[in-house]
């Protein structure tokens, strides 16, 4: 648990320290990777971001070898409360009425996962069969990078009204799902008997190669995405699909089983619906004022 809100804090920390360095600096596009290479990484502020993310990651290696999957993503979700503080206080962004209540729908959703866990019976599992691992996670990669595309050509139209990042949240969700099931994975290598033998069985998985396609796209993507949208509701949307993803598939592929007791698993059931309707009730467009850096029209690929 200590680790998993640790993790949470490292995550909200680095989004918003990466989204004030993007908002500093020219835009950005997923269609010249190298030039917004060059800008980040001559940024201090958005590198201490991608540090503060590093750590992050981290610690989710270490939730993942003591908590089930489902119940680990519940517990992540919580970290967009402090998220959408953090925007509000150091980025300017206000939230509506409306996003409000969605954070309410999260905290409950945080609530009814946590009183769902039972120390010592739920069954973490270690290790997925590559073949499903891999059913799984292709798919998802080109769905993820066809949407974000898809994206990219419906918000180019000049008439169009200013998106939220809804769909460049899902987008980018589904590339950081497939990133988490890859982390899952990492983690059932993790020992300090035989580090040698470990590295080589991680290196023959599909584990570290699924990392590196969803953190080169991942990367890309979300930052041209953070810079266009506001962070309270572009990250909120990613950690929701993510999470989904994670705690349905993931619990799938790995086998880790569901609660038992009928009212652990309404609980447990109940927080991941409550996710998807924070999902679905998300806003489309955004009409707040956009600042004249966020106003630029974006030229058609």
């Known amino acids: 648990m200590t680790a998993a809100l640790l993790a949470n804090v490292l995550y909200s920390t680095g989004f918003v320290l990466e ?17 917004l290479l060059r800008l980040v990484l001559g940024s201090p502020l958005w590198i201490g971001g991608s ?3 590093a750590a992050g990651f981290g610690a989710q290696l270490a939730v993942y070898r003591t908590l089930p999957i489902a119940a680990a993503q519940g517990i992540f979700v919580s970290g967009l409360v402090l998220l959408v503080l953090l925007s509000a206080r150091l980025l300017g ?6 996003e409000r209540y969605a954070l309410g729908a999260i905290l409950a959703a945080l609530l009814m996962v946590v009183l769902s866990l039972k120390e010592g019976s739920d069954h973490v599992s270690r290790a997925a069969p590559y073949p499903l691992i891999l059913l799984v996670c292709v798919p998802s ?7 974000y595309r898809s994206t990219e050509r419906r ?10 990042g809804v769909e460049y949240g899902v987008a980018v969700g589904l590339l950081y799902g497939v990133s988490s099931l890859a982390i899952k994975g990492v983690s059932s290598f993790l020992t300090t008997s ?13 584990y570290p190669y699924l990392l590196l396609c969803t953190g ?9 995405a953070l810079q266009r949208c506001r962070a309270s509701l572009i990250v909120p949307v990613c950690t929701t699909v993510t999470s989904l993803f994670t705690a349905v598939l993931g619990t799938l592929a790995f086998g880790e ?12 059931i109940g927080g991941t619906t409550l996710a998807v309707t924070v999902l679905l009730t998300m806003p489309k467009h955004d009409n707040a004022p956009q600042r004249p850096s966020e106003a630029k029209e974006l030229t058609p690929p």
């Open 257 to 268: 089983a569901l609660p038992h007791d009928p009212l652990r698993l309404a609980l447990r």
């Open 155 to 164: 918000a180019a139209h000049r008439h169009r009204l200013p998106t939220t």
């Open 93 to 98: 962004e206000e939230t509506s009425g409306r």
């Open 51 to 53: 540090i503060a993310l």
């Open 194 to 206: 035989d580090l040698g033998g470990a590295v080589v069985d991680l290196l023959r998985s599909p």
């Open 216 to 224: 080169a796209f991942g990367l890309v993507m979300s930052q041209a």
């Open 19 to 35: 989204k004030r360095a993007l908002t500093a600096l020219p835009e950005v596009t997923v269609r010249q990777p190298g030039r």
């Open 141 to 147: 990669l080109a769905a993820g990078v066809w949407l």
